[in-house]
């Protein structure tokens, strides 16, 4: 009998964020819409922290795409970009597992469990407008982005 490795790609999208702070669930809406599109060989999931939690999530996928918000200078509402974990290396730090950001906790799998962790990660940072304001809908411009995020990680699934 011959041993049958499995070429399949295991692909992740985490949608990263607190859906009741107005912009702040851009990544958890992103997620949500993906999943009608029912594309096949992607699971997709949500999370409303980050953390240490993130990182059990990650565990075992080849490639992760994570959506969250962020807020840049000179950055306008909408406005995403795409990011990998390179771009986050000084904000990495020692913290309690009560306080660790999303760069710190996958330099951490990187170290803990480096032949669990995805070969590829990407992470789409959409420009916010409103992250303070308790509301279950993003702002205008935030929202009128959603579609054009939806196509882009789509798209990005697509390769490999």
Request: zero cysteines; a negative charge; charged letters at 30%.
């Given at each position: 009998?011959?041993?049958?490795?499995?070429?399949?790609?295991?692909?992740?999208?985490?949608?990263v964020?607190?859906?009741?702070?107005?912009?702040?669930?851009?990544?958890?809406?992103?997620?949500?819409?993906?999943?009608?599109?029912?594309?096949?060989?992607?699971?997709?999931?949500?999370?409303?922290?980050?953390?240490?939690?993130?990182?059990?999530?990650?565990?075992?996928?080849?490639?992760v795409?994570?959506?969250?918000?962020?807020?840049?200078?000179?950055?306008?509402?909408?406005?995403?970009?795409?990011?990998?974990?390179?771009?986050?290396?000084?904000?990495?730090?020692?913290?309690?597992?009560?306080?660790?950001?999303?760069?710190?906790?996958?330099?951490?799998?990187?170290?803990?469990?480096?032949e669990?962790?995805?070969?590829?990660?990407i992470?789409?940072?959409?420009?916010?407008?409103?992250?303070?304001?308790?509301?279950?809908?993003?702002?205008?411009?935030?929202?009128?982005?959603?579609?054009?995020?939806?196509?882009?990680?789509?798209?990005?699934?697509?390769?490999?």
């Amino acid at each position: 009998m011959v041993d049958v490795v499995s070429t399949r790609v295991k692909k992740l999208v985490l949608g990263v964020g607190n859906p009741i702070l107005t912009d702040d669930g851009v990544g958890i809406f992103v997620a949500r819409e993906l999943k009608k599109l029912n594309l096949p060989g992607v699971e997709i999931e949500e999370l409303p922290a980050s953390g240490l939690e993130l990182l059990d999530m990650v565990v075992g996928y080849d490639k992760v795409i994570i959506v969250d918000a962020i807020r840049t200078k000179g950055g306008a509402p909408g406005d995403f970009y795409t990011l990998t974990e390179d771009d986050f290396i000084r904000s990495v730090h020692g913290a309690s597992p009560h306080g660790i950001n999303i760069p710190t906790a996958l330099a951490m799998g990187r170290r803990i469990v480096p032949e669990k962790m995805p070969s590829e990660l990407i992470f789409v940072a959409v420009e916010v407008e409103d992250i303070e304001n308790v509301s279950d809908k993003m702002t205008p411009k935030v929202a009128k982005a959603v579609p054009r995020i939806v196509e882009f990680v789509a798209e990005r699934l697509k390769s490999r």
